[in-house]
């Protein structure tokens, strides 16, 4: 079992590398493609927005679909669409083209985030410890991966499809093959989990929805407006401007890799209010900055902190309900796209009408509305995969050893 489960994690450390690379190579040339196909600007918001609408299509989708199909079989075929979809926007030619690639794009990246943190949750359960941060560091590393390839490809004036075509003949059949060990919880479906899978499930999940909104107005707004708060506010060059976001990946990265030990030794609760004090902390830092370099310490705080809510939102979803942990996983996955459709926006708005300053606030006060539902993050009789209930103090400051 134990070299099962090992296997099973790395496969699933890949996919979520995988992932994260494409997701990158694809919002990192945003706007070659739009030169590509001629997208004006007034219709290119059109397009953007239809991804994480699809992509919530998709997550809701994979929660019904996994009563009666195992994650693992939608993730090892999921994948694959998203790769191939990522092709297919690089590649086209007229705007039909393009919107039936974004479209493939978004419902299979909703079945793809569902399924594989169904599958990190169930890991965790069967390892009886935190492992659900070091997935999503694998996703970081694959986004910086990405955005280093996609900045190549636009340095040397490659042609978009030039720039997928390595990546997916690359990815796509390495994901294939480590699909061979992903490991599923148990079996797909049954009544037990339908009945749980009811309004009540909801009504429980409900704060951790906001949470996972929240953390992704905060990611969205790092993601689209980092560049031109750093030019445009704090009077940096462009070529600095491009650091901020690379910089919050990083330590994204960073702290993710250590996250996992962080809960095992203090427990969740104290790692997401520590993450959500540390997240407000570099929101107030840049918006208060003099200067690109108090900006870019800003930012830095804002991936130490964003960095651990959101794993660790989808491994609170799975203790809160074991028999219900696939589709409570894939329902909190569609606020992930909620807040990313919700953020940009927002503080685009907020922006133009008042400040970029003022705006950086909002988000500021949202992450900080998480302290309030930080409790939901405790561990409340963790059941874990051999069908034993250990409480939580056992896995408090347990070392690393053994699995």
Same mark, same amino acid.
């Given at each position: ?10 496969? @699933?450390a ?13 919002? +990192?040339?945003i706007?070659?493609i739009?030169?590509?196909y001629?997208?004006?600007d ?5 397009f953007?927005?239809a ?5 919530g ?6 929660e ?17 669409? $998203?790769?191939?979809?990522l !092709? ?6 007229g705007m ?5 690639? !974004? ?7 909703g ?9 990190? $949750?169930? @890991? ?17 590393l ?13 340095h040397?004036q ?12 690359v ?18 479906g049954g009544a ?9 499930v ?9 949470v996972? +909104? ?16 750093l ?5 940096s ?10 910089v ?12 996992d030990?962080g809960?095992r030794r ?11 004090v ?13 200067g690109?370099?108090?900006?870019? !310490? ?10 651990v809510l ?9 203790r809160?309900?074991?028999g219900?942990s696939? +589709? ?13 459709l ?10 133009d009408?008042?400040?970029y300053?003022?705006a950086m ?6 992450? !900080?509305?998480?302290?309030v539902?930080?409790?939901s ?7 874990y995969?051999?069908?034993h209930e ?14």
């Open positions: 079992m134990t070299d099962v489960l090992r296997r099973g994690r790395a496969s @699933l890949f996919s979520f590398f995988a992932q994260g690379a494409a997701f990158a190579l694809l919002v +990192t040339r706007p070659a739009q030169d590509r001629g997208v004006s007034a219709l290119l918001p059109l953007l927005a991804v994480p609408i699809l992509a299509v998709g997550s809701v989708t994979t019904q679909l996994v009563k009666r199909i195992r994650p693992s079989v939608l993730l090892r075929w999921s994948q694959p669409v $998203v790769l191939l979809a !092709l297919g926007a690089g590649s086209g030619d039909a083209e393009l919107a039936v690639s !974004l479209g493939a794009f978004g419902l299979a990246v079945a793809l985030d569902a399924s594989m943190n169904m599958l990190g $949750v169930s @890991l965790q359960r069967s390892y009886g410890r935190s492992i659900m941060l070091s997935f999503h560091a694998a996703y970081s694959g986004g910086i991966v990405g955005a280093s390839l996609a900045w190549a490809g636009a040397w490659l042609a978009l499809w030039v720039s997928y075509l390595p990546v997916v003949a990815l796509l059949p390495a994901a294939l093959v480590g699909s061979r060990w992903y490991v599923d919880g148990g079996a797909p037990g989990e339908a009945a749980e899978a009811g309004p009540l909801f009504k429980l999940l409900l704060p951790l929805c906001l996972m +909104t929240f953390a992704y107005i905060g990611d969205s707004t790092v993601s689209n407006w980092s560049a031109k708060y030019k445009d506010v704090l009077g060059s462009e070529q600095v401007a491009t650091v901020p976001y690379n919050y990946m990083v330590m994204c990265l960073v702290g993710r890799g250590i996250g030990f809960v203090f427990g969740a609760v104290t790692v997401v209010r520590l993450g959500a540390v997240a407000a902390l570099g929101f107030a830092v840049v918006a208060v900055a003099p690109a370099g108090v900006g870019m !310490l800003g930012f830095t705080l804002l991936g130490l902190g964003l960095c959101v794993p660790q939102t989808f491994a609170a979803a799975g809160l309900f074991p219900a696939d +589709t409570a996983v894939a329902r909190l996955n569609i606020f992930n796209y909620v807040g990313f919700v953020g940009s926006p927002l503080v685009g708005a907020l922006g009408a008042w400040s300053r003022g606030l909002v988000p500021m006060v949202l992450v !900080l509305v998480t302290l539902y930080a409790r993050f405790a561990p409340q009789e963790d059941r995969g051999d069908g250990r409480p939580h103090t056992a896995d408090v400051g347990r070392g690393s050893n053994g699995l």
